[in-house]
Each structure stands twice: as structure tokens, then as C-alpha cells.
């Protein structure tokens, strides 16, 4: 993806940004670009809720304007991104993925938004997403009004969830960038199946003010691009205190981390358990690469109940959350029959029994910390699977009781983690490579993918469809 | 059928679980709706299980995110008893 032709929208924010200072695009070019892919290749995949038409075009024209009077606001000016329809636009619904509020109008923008429109960014459109952020028991692909998001490598394959329109638009290039949310995997899981960058930050490292809530105490936005530096220029912006989240952090500026090797590194015995065998193929040609410019040791995750504590803290808090949605029957319009109920019985879940998970959080804090203290990350192999078909249900997947994830745990605990394309597996399908890190130790996740990315050039492979055909399309021989 | 301690079945409390659920929804579900519903509770009654293989003690507090950091008021006034 170096320079920034033919397909502008596959290049990364840097090139983009040379290309807007150089005068060999515009603002507005690209925000038209990202419009017409959007409205075609985007609204094929499921992966578009509205696009703000109205809103880029203003915004372009700002960047361009300002561009030539020599103010430049940095990185992200002038660069289209989509946001996942949890985050609040004003004068655009904001649905939540959910047909009950595909009309919904909140009349403030949220926290994310506010900092990327200060940095330039242009806002192109809201992403689709499953119905309330997964957090009312979907089991299957079809749960969204949006309908299912489909893989832009396949679009008989499932984008993955939440953020599957975030996911899916990057990779098929309709957006160089597009903001996620991760409670238990929303991130990492689309990023995973559609070959892009997906950022999972330290909770509390940006805000949530303005994003639906599903899980106060879990809920994290984050980049979801085609570099991993694109990530980090993201994470810039994105990262700081907030008065009006009380979970951000009160910490100093972001500092990046600029090493590129003698990093210390950590695999968990028992990855591969239950991985695909494919998968596990590519996950051991990458861990080569990693040896390369790192120590690799192996470590055990402590046996504590991480998923357990986790399912059970995101079903009480979504409880409450949506305690009135519930109690007056909002959920009987959703669009998966699970959704429609499953979540009820959380309303009779016991006090002791979220308090036990948030008492069993703080030893896991403990625990996962203390283990992870001599490594800078940990590598695993992104998911077991490649993209399952769009039409299967999660529970037909296979599940192998002795599989160890660190999904759960990293979510519980709050910790930063990269998700990173690393070649193909089954069907032609991307397999990936995670990262996790020590909680507020995000920059140093970052530089070891940048350094990943650096030996490989998985990040730069395009889907064959349908993205190929938008490109084309737009670029006639 | 999972079981409690003394190796009774949940049947009990997941049906209590699902009559408290659906008063408070004033819902009424299919058969096939209210099976969703006892297979989720259900699960997290697994999970209380797997909860508990962690022994806590008395003073193992939650991971709370309890702040008085939002309450935006001036401190007390300087001339104030």
C-alpha cells in the first residue's frame, strides 16, 4: 500500500497525508472516493449505516482550505474514517445496530468524534454493527438490522462482531480508517477476519463519553486501520483524560515507543489447542518471525475463572444498562430471536454473583500482571478459525474445553492488545496473530507490531472481492 | 442438569430465576423463548461455579470503579464552622 495510487482508500493514513501535502489529492477527493466506495462495495457487505455526506463534504473542504492557508492539524487531516454506529453523531441517527433505534437522533457527538474532528479527520460514515454491541446474546451472524456483515475476503463469510461494518470497510477499502469498540472481542475479532489492524487500548486510555454503554467497567474504543502505525497516529488523538468519563485515565501524554527489537516475548502453552490446523501453521511461521528480534519463552495462564468473571460482569452490567429498554419490552423488536430474550435472564442474576466476578477481577488483575511484568507481549494466535460461514451459528463452531485463550482474561483485566494479519488459512481466508500487553504498556504493543510489520507484508495483501472490483471499478483499464 | 453443592439440580433456581425475569419484563415468552432464556441463566449459574473455584476471603474487596472524582462542587467554604 505504498503511495496512493491506484486505490487511495487501501493506502495508509501517512501516504494519504504526503499525498494531501503534496497536491496530489484533496480532502474532498477522498472524501468523495470513500463515499462512492461506501455507498456500493460497503453497502453490499452490510457494513453501512449512514453515510454523512453532508458533514465530509463540510469537513473536506475545512481540511483543504486550511491545508492552503498552511494550518495543518496533523496526521489525521484530511483523512476519511467511518465510526461504529455506538458513537454519537449529531444530525445523524445513531442506532446502535438495533432497529428499535434506527431513528434515534443524539444531538451531541461523542468524545472520539469531537477529538478526530479537532485533528482533521473527516467523518464519511457511520458503521454498522451487531444489535447492542453483541451484548444481548447473539449466537449467529444475522443480528443486526443492517443485516449480516459480511468478509470483505468473502461475503459468504461472516465480517465477524461487533464492529463487523468497521471491519469489513477498512479492509475492503471503502475507509483508510475506522473507529471500534471492544467489550470482549468487538475489535479483534473483525480485524482477525478481515485481515486489517485492530487496537484494543487500556481501558480507560479514551473515552467513552458518547459511546452506548454495554459494560461500564469493560467497554474500550479503539483504530481499527491498514498499519499499525496508522493505529498509533490514531491513538494520538484519541488518548487523554476525560472529565466526562470518569474511567479515563489521569495520565501524561501518549509517548510512543521507538524500539524495533530486543523486545521479550511470551507464548501461552496450549494455544494452539482447538486452532484450526491452518491456522496453527501460519501462527508458527510468525512466531519464527518474532524470534527474529526477540526472546520467545513460554508461559502458563494461571488457572482463574478470567471468562467467567468476564460473562458474568458484561451480563449484569448490560442488565442494567438497558434495565428499562428490557422491562418494557424494547428487546421484542430486535432482529435475532436470542437477542429478543436472552438477555432477560440476566435481570434475575444475583448481587453476590457480579460482586464474586468484580472480586475475582481484582485477583486476576493481580495475577495476570504480576505474570506478564518480565515480557513486553504475549503472541497468540488471533482466533482459532478463519471467517465461518455467514450463515452458521457460533455454537456449530468447534470448541475444544482445552483450549487457553488470553481473550478473556485481557478483556477482564483491561489490557491493551493488537490484532495483525499474519497470511492465510482455510479457504483463502485471513488467519492472525495477537498481541497482548501489561495494562497502560500500549505503546509498547505497538512497537513490536510495527517492528511484526516491518518483516511481513501480510498487512498490505488486498481482498480479492469484493473490494477488487470497487477498485477496479473506480479505476478503468 | 447442573447441581448445586449437595448435588441437586438448578431446576429450581433457574426456574425461579426465569418467573422473577419475566415479572419484571411483564413478558411472556414460546416455549422456544423461555428455553433461551433457561439456557442462559443456566450458564451463568455455571459460571458462579467456576467463581467460586477462586477462594476469596473476607477482605477480598471488588475491582470497583466507585470516584468521587465527578462531583464537581467547590470544597468547603473557608468560613464555615
Known sequence: MNGVDPAPTFATISDLGLALRSGQTTAVALANEALRRLESTGRAMNAVVTTTTETALALAARADEELANGHDRGALHGIPYGAKDLLAVAGYPTTWGAAPFRNRYIENNAAVVERLEAAGAVLVAKLAMVEFAGGFGYDQPDAAFTGPGRNAWNPERWAGGSSSGSGAAVAAGCVPLAIGSETWGSIHGPAAYNAIIGFRPTYGLVSRHGAMALSWTMDKMGPMAHSVEDCELTLLTLAGHDPRDPSTLHRSAYQCDQRREGFRFATLTGATIGVEAEVADRYHEALRVFHDFGSVDEIRLPELPFDAAAATIISAEAASAFETFLEEGGAAELTALEDRVALLGALSLPAVDYLRALRVRRKAMAAIDELLAPFDAVITPGRATVAPPIDQRFLEEPNDPGARTIDGAANLCGLPGLMMPMGLGRHGLPAAVGLTGRAELDATILAVGIAFQERTGFHREMPPEPAANARDALHPS | ?81
Do not use: W, Y
Open chain 2, 1 to 81: 442438569m447442573l447441581e448445586n453443592r449437595q448435588g441437586e439440580s438448578h431446576e429450581v433456581e433457574i426456574e425461579a430465576r426465569v418467573a422473577l425475569a419475566l415479572a419484571r419484563a411483564n413478558s411472556k415468552l414460546t416455549g422456544s423463548e423461555a428455553d433461551i432464556v433457561r439456557d442462559r441463566i443456566a450458564r451463568s449459574i455455571e459460571h458462579r461455579h467456576q467463581l467460586r473455584t477462586l477462594s476469596l476471603e473476607n477482605q477480598d474487596e471488588p475491582a470497583h470503579g466507585f470516584d468521587l472524582g465527578f462531583l464537581s462542587r467547590p470544597g468547603p467554604r473557608e468560613d464555615a464552622p
